[in-house]
């Protein structure tokens, strides 16, 4: 049985967990702007709890395609504000932090107890990550990435996709063991510096991460693999977020995150009760 321990409790993905997307940022590539108020967030993150999500996952830096830089004093600035509205009213919700620098995960672990550092650059980006992580003594969310937001999706290659993606998360998480930290979670990045044929065969071959043993976290919701496959725009893509969810599910995943819990949360009980049928 996978777990990690959430301020000395045991989570086990012996039933798949949601992860429900807050982006407080003015530009994310779905829901960008919509989450800058004190009301908006609060409700936002109401909505992700009251549909039956285990996580509410908050990112104020946008990580979409060519996506502009945010330094370090505004990302902190927009989650320092965000996280005091939100701790105060569910002091009890389990939160995880989108960023990749050490100092907004310190800052946001000690001060605003926040439970999950979700590192989409999987400690590329900032040499004192993984140390900081280690210190904190939270579950860390090691994410693959090609190059970075700005330039990720110019001309991805790999010489072996799988092996290449595999060879990167052994060797992030031998750095990880070595600095003491503990309770990682994978995520092989979809989007992220992959071509659309890259992230199908991505979530075609998800089982061959299983060899990690560790809980594997999956995010397609409304992205470019879906709806530009289909000709649509990603507020159009919840059907196809749902038909991925499921090929997700059955192939290993533990953890959806997603913009539309109510029905990720579906999905998992009906892909629980196939499974158990």
Same mark, same amino acid.
């Given at each position: 049985?996978?777990?990690?321990?959430?301020?000395?409790?045991? $989570?086990?993905?012996?039933?798949?967990?949601?992860?429900?997307?807050?982006?407080?940022?003015?530009?994310?590539?779905?829901?960008?702007? @919509?989450?800058?108020?004190?009301?908006?967030?609060?409700?936002?993150?109401?909505?992700?709890?009251?549909?039956?999500?285990?996580?509410?996952?908050?990112?104020?830096?946008?990580?979409?395609?060519?996506?502009?830089?945010?330094?370090?004093?505004?990302?902190?600035?927009?989650?320092?504000?965000?996280?005091?509205?939100?701790?105060? @009213?569910?002091?009890?919700?389990?939160?995880?932090?989108?960023?990749?620098?050490?100092?907004?995960?310190?800052?946001?672990?000690?001060?605003?107890?926040?439970?999950? $550092?979700?590192?989409?650059?999987?400690?590329?980006?900032?040499?004192?990550?993984?140390?900081? $992580?280690?210190?904190?003594?939270?579950?860390?969310?090691?994410?693959?990435?090609?190059?970075?937001?700005?330039?990720?999706?110019?001309?991805?290659?790999?010489?072996?996709?799988?092996?290449?993606?595999?060879?990167?998360?052994?060797?992030?998480?031998?750095?990880?063991?070595?600095?003491?930290? @503990?309770?990682?979670?994978?995520?092989?990045?979809?989007?992220?510096?992959?071509?659309?044929?890259?992230?199908?065969?991505?979530?075609?071959?998800?089982?061959?991460?299983?060899?990690?043993?560790?809980?594997?976290?999956?995010?397609?919701?409304?992205?470019?693999?879906?709806?530009?496959?289909?000709?649509?725009?990603?507020?159009?893509?919840?059907?196809?977020?749902?038909?991925?969810?499921?090929?997700?599910?059955?192939?290993?995943?533990?953890?959806?995150?997603?913009?539309?819990?109510?029905?990720?949360?579906?999905?998992?009980?009906?892909?629980?009760?196939?499974?158990?049928?």
């Amino acid at each position: 049985m996978q777990t990690v321990n959430i301020k000395g409790q045991l $989570i086990d993905f012996d039933t798949p967990k949601v992860m429900g997307i807050l982006n407080i940022t003015p530009d994310s590539f779905f829901d960008g702007g @919509k989450y800058q108020l004190q009301a908006d967030i609060e409700r936002r993150c109401e909505e992700i709890l009251e549909q039956g999500a285990d996580i509410v996952d908050i990112g104020a830096y946008s990580s979409r395609p060519g996506a502009f830089h945010v330094d370090a004093a505004e990302e902190e600035r927009r989650l320092r504000q965000s996280l005091e509205w939100i701790r105060k @009213k569910y002091p009890d919700a389990v939160l995880s932090v989108d960023t990749f620098r050490a100092n907004i995960s310190k800052i946001v672990v000690e001060e605003y107890e926040a439970d999950i $550092i979700n590192d989409i650059s999987g400690g590329m980006m900032d040499a004192e990550m993984f140390p900081t $992580i280690a210190l904190l003594g939270v579950p860390y969310i090691l994410m693959h990435m090609q190059g970075t937001p700005q330039n990720m999706q110019h001309n991805p290659v790999y010489k072996n996709l799988i092996g290449d993606i595999s060879l990167f998360f052994a060797e992030q998480l031998k750095k990880l063991s070595q600095y003491g930290a @503990k309770d990682v979670i994978l995520d092989v990045g979809f989007g992220f510096g992959k071509t659309l044929e890259h992230n199908y065969e991505l979530l075609r071959e998800l089982k061959q991460f299983e060899l990690f043993k560790l809980p594997l976290l999956v995010g397609i919701s409304r992205k470019s693999m879906i709806y530009k496959l289909l000709d649509i725009e990603a507020k159009d893509a919840l059907n196809g977020t749902t038909a991925l969810n499921t090929i997700a599910l059955m192939n290993g995943a533990n953890i959806l995150r997603v913009h539309d819990v109510k029905e990720a949360v579906e999905c998992i009980n009906l892909v629980r009760q196939l499974k158990n049928a």
